[in-house]
């Protein structure tokens, strides 16, 4: 089944505990993106990449990383994380930059 | 700056009759632009795009209409069925490149049986 799956679906965390969300297409798509969903502020793109090793800033990148270093995974890091990143999370990959998005189920993180 | 505004932020139709979403944009570089539509605890789903060399495209129920001039677009769904409550997102990019995605803040649509 064509999907996008993230992990861990909740999450708990601390302030500045190093935490890694995963993401991962079974689509051989090229383009993969991160965003968050907040209340009266709908989905903010964080970081997007066009391909394996090609990255770039979304709108609201400050105090998250991403990398892609295979073509069907493309993690989210929050270093140091802080309660402002509470929120919720979307994956997301499309063949190709132009291409209707394919969303995963999102993850529900909570930084107290 | 929002460059992406739907300021309807709920929508009440009745089951059968048309349901009308809109959205606004300020960047004139935008030129594809797409709808979402999301259940709760779930991710968004596709529903329809339109590239700016269109001023309408259909699918189904669903079409999107692109007012260039006045930086807006429309969603019509007809007939609304209940099973299209939901929270609808537009979206806009541009094919200069930069494949940058910037959505609006969401319309909920209640379709009342």
């Known amino acids: 089944e064509a999907q996008v799956t993230q992990n861990p679906r909740y999450l708990i965390t601390v302030t500045g505990k190093k935490l890694t969300v995963t993401c991962s297409q079974n689509?051989?798509?090229?383009?993969m993106s991160w965003y968050r969903q907040d209340p009266g502020l709908g989905l903010r793109q964080i970081y997007y990449s066009m391909n394996v090793e090609v990255t770039d800033k979304g709108d609201v990148p400050e105090g998250y990383k991403v990398s892609r270093k295979e073509k069907r995974n493309f993690p989210l890091i929050l270093e140091s994380p802080s309660p402002n990143q509470t929120s919720l999370y979307f994956c997301?990959?499309?063949?190709?930059?132009?291409?209707?998005?394919?969303f995963g189920p999102g993850t529900r993180l909570t930084v107290l | 700056d929002q460059q992406v505004k739907q300021n309807s932020p709920s929508l009440s139709v009745q089951e059968g009759r048309i349901s009308i979403l809109n959205c606004d944009y300020t960047?004139?570089?935008?030129?594809?632009f797409l709808w979402y539509k999301k259940y709760p605890a779930e991710g968004p789903t596709f529903l329809i795009s339109?590239?700016?060399?269109?001023d309408k495209n259909e699918d189904g129920r669903f079409t999107v209409f692109l007012n260039k001039s006045a930086k807006h677009l429309s969603l019509h769904i007809v007939p609304s069925q209940p099973g299209d409550s939901a929270v609808y997102f537009c979206?806009?990019?541009?094919?200069?490149?930069?494949?940058?995605?910037?959505f609006g803040t969401g319309t909920r649509l209640k379709v009342l049986a």
């Open positions: 979206a806009a990019t541009s094919y200069s490149g930069t494949y940058k995605y910037i």
């Open positions: 960047n004139s570089m935008f030129d594809y």
């Open positions: 339109i590239s700016s060399i269109k």
């Open positions: 997301a990959s499309s063949l190709r930059g132009l291409n209707e998005q394919f």
């Open positions: 689509m051989n798509h090229e383009y």
